[in-house]
């Protein structure tokens, strides 16, 4: 077992020099959104609302030090000009169509960057409606078996690094939800895994095959969507062979962000949950893919499991033993991409009584998540500068789902997330690690001014003197 100490030396972070290329599996809402917004970013139209790689700061030392830089002065980030766009798709439509099809930005705002997406076109897909049953579409690959697909999707990677003269490279899979798998003998090791791709095993989709081109690469991979794609042992196993770090799986963006906001607040307060029923309206291609069960049972299981990890009815069964939690997607194509969202929570306290609390969310999902993407493209991107390797829980703060290791159950609390996230980058820049325990600023000292008076002593200074032992003045107050 590996303790961390609470202080290391810094941690050696390759420099950011060069290009990052960043692949997109599926360009569709989320990654158009994301694209389109990255080239704003750098043409100063708006400000990077959303994102803590750009927009957040982080503490560092004690709270009277006054140490508070933004994160991206604190950590080597590659810098938004260096990154460039590529990607796979079963529509051949470039970025700019897909965008205008997706319908999340106005057309005034894609108009100004009209030019930088038009550029990205993507390429053929390694697709099998086998694994969406709810779409179909033209721009698709052809192989004599799995293997071949993978060899392909290698072949565009290395392209669209040497053409574009790129450092590093990212992979976030933006695909659509497949449906519902649970691991079986051929996730187990990579050797099996491997195999079943020569003789095109039913249990690889069409993630896989991606995930397992691009960790053959030594590039790292993120899941933007709820599928099993690199939760598996044998792409595990290749991530630690290659030196790919892994993060997954699915965007915490609309509901559940809610949900992993408010539930920890409830369990804060001891308040009891007998209830949460969450549904949604969404008219957007996610949502007619969704509206397969068969996609749908995947999304349900990422979306569900949230409550019982944050709740934990094991611990408080008093409390949330009896909680009924139901999740509906509802497909209603009036609405687009602007989705609304309804949660009604019964929850009961003092002698058993019930209340009632409503939310109606009102979001733009794929502006929830676009910023997210950027995030999780330059920390990825880190992390492999860093030589961090595998799974990557610290940045569990972005998923419904969060990959952990095997053993351990995954932490879906937003605020520990956060501070996780952040404390693992205190870590590797050699930072003390914040636990806000904060006793350091009540230490009281006996300097023997005289035998009766105390000095108080805040952050190394003297700022005031005690008549009397602070012990005895709290147990006077206390008294
Ligand atoms: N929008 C959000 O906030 C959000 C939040 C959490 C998770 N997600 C997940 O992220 C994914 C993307 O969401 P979206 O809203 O952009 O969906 P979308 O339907 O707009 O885009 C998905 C794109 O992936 C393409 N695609 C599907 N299979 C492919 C394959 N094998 N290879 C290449 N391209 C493929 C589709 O043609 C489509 O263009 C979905 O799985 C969704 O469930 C989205």
Redesign the pocket.
């Known amino acids: 077992m590996i303790y961390a100490p609470c202080v290391k030396a810094p941690q050696e972070i390759v420099a950011p020099h060069g290009r990052l290329g960043v692949l997109l599996?599926?360009?569709?809402?989320?990654?158009t959104t994301f694209i389109a917004g990255v080239h704003a970013l750098r043409k100063n139209l708006a400000a990077p609302i959303g994102t803590l790689s750009q927009m957040g700061t982080i503490r560092l030392g004690k709270r009277t030090e006054g140490r508070t830089p933004l994160i991206r002065d604190f950590v080597p980030l590659a810098s938004l000009d260096d990154l460039v766009f590529g990607g796979?798709?079963?529509?051949d439509d470039d970025c700019y169509e897909?965008a205008r099809t997706?319908g999340v930005l106005e057309p005034t705002m894609l108009d100004r960057v009209r030019p930088e997406l038009e550029s990205v076109r993507p390429w053929p897909?390694?697709?099998d409606q086998e694994y969406?049953k709810r779409?179909n579409?033209p721009n698709v690959k052809s192989g004599a078996n799995k293997r071949e697909l993978a060899d392909q999707v290698t072949d565009d990677i290395r392209r669209f690094k040497e053409t574009n003269q790129l450092d590093r490279l990212v992979l976030v899979w933006?695909?659509?939800?497949e449906i519902f798998m649970e691991e079986s003998p051929v996730h187990q090791t990579l050797a099996a895994f491997e195999e079943g791709l020569e003789r095109s095993d039913p249990a690889i989709p069409?993630s896989m095959i991606y995930a397992y081109a691009a960790i053959s690469e030594g590039i790292p991979y993120a899941n933007?969507?709820p599928n099993l794609s690199a939760d598996i042992p044998a792409l595990v196993e290749l991530a630690g062979k290659t030196g790919s770090p892994l993060a997954g799986k699915?965007?915490k963006?609309?509901q559940t962000l809610i949900k992993t906001i408010v539930a920890p607040g409830l369990k804060a307060r001891l308040l009891g949950v007998s209830g949460w029923f969450s549904t949604n309206i969404l008219g957007?291609?996610?949502g007619e893919?969704l509206d397969d069960p068969e996609s749908f049972k995947t999304?349900e299981e990422s979306k569900k499991s949230v409550l019982d990890y944050i709740l934990q009815p094991d611990l408080y069964p008093t409390l949330y033993n009896d909680l009924h939690h139901v999740v509906r997607i509802n497909y209603y194509p009036p609405r687009g991409d602007n989705k609304e969202g309804w949660d009604n929570i019964d929850l009961f306290g003092w002698l058993g009584h019930p209340m009632q609390l409503k939310i109606n969310f009102l979001c733009r999902?794929?502006v929830?998540?676009a910023p997210i993407v950027l995030d999780l493209v330059l920390f990825l991107d880190l992390a492999k500068r860093a030589g961090m390797t595998g799974i990557q829980e610290w940045l569990s703060f972005y998923f419904k789902s969060p990959v952990h290791a095997q053993g351990i159950y995954p932490e879906h609390d937003l605020f520990i997330q956060l501070m996780k996230l952040k404390n693992t980058l205190r870590y590797l820049r050699g930072e003390e690690l914040i636990t806000h325990l904060g006793l350091e600023y009540y230490d009281y000292w006996d300097t023997g001014l005289s035998d009766r008076s105390w000095a108080v002593f805040i952050n190394g200074m003297i700022v005031g003197v005690l008549p009397t032992s602070p012990f005895v003045l709290h147990a006077g107050f206390s008294g």
């Open positions: 599996v599926g360009l569709g809402a989320v990654s796979w798709d079963i529509f897909a997706a897909a390694v697709f969406v779409l579409g933006c695909g659509s939800t069409s933007a969507a699915d965007l963006t609309g957007n291609r996610d893919v999304k999902d794929s929830l998540a």
